[in-house]
């Protein structure tokens, strides 16, 4: 029978799990190659990189913004348009004369 306490395995060669000293290991070798590793652009490039596709994306949501707006205002005048005729088709003299020309085609 094992003599191990219960929750500890023993350790073994083929452990698949990374100590902390291992983990700490890898990371500090990481760490120094990126130290390391010469950059090979200038500092500046990086900048004007990212300022040129902040440009691109800001004229990108203008048009987007433009055409929202024409489709806002197109929206908003086809409906003062309707509104207007429903305002004239319910004004009373319209009505009566509406009610007037159906009983006469109605025949009452």
């Known amino acids: 029978m094992n003599s191990q306490p219960i929750g ?7 452990s698949t799990e990374p100590t902390k ?15 390391q ?3 090979g652009r200038a500092p500046d490039v990086g900048w004007e990189r990212r ?3 902040l440009e691109a994306r800001t004229e990108h949501l203008e048009l987007v913004l433009e055409g929202l707006q024409d489709a806002v205002h197109r929206r908003a ?3 003062d ?5 429903l305002r004239r088709r319910t004004e009373p003299d319209q009505i009566a004369r509406d009610l007037s020309r159906d009983a006469r085609t109605r025949g009452l």
């Open 8 to 14: 500890q395995r023993a350790a073994s060669a083929q």
């Open 21 to 35: 000293v291992t983990i700490t290991r890898r990371v500090s070798r990481r760490w120094r190659s990126r130290e």
């Open 37 to 39: 590793r010469p950059s």
């Open 51 to 53: 300022l040129e596709t």
């Open 77 to 79: 005048v086809r409906e």
């Open 81 to 85: 348009e309707s509104i207007g005729e």
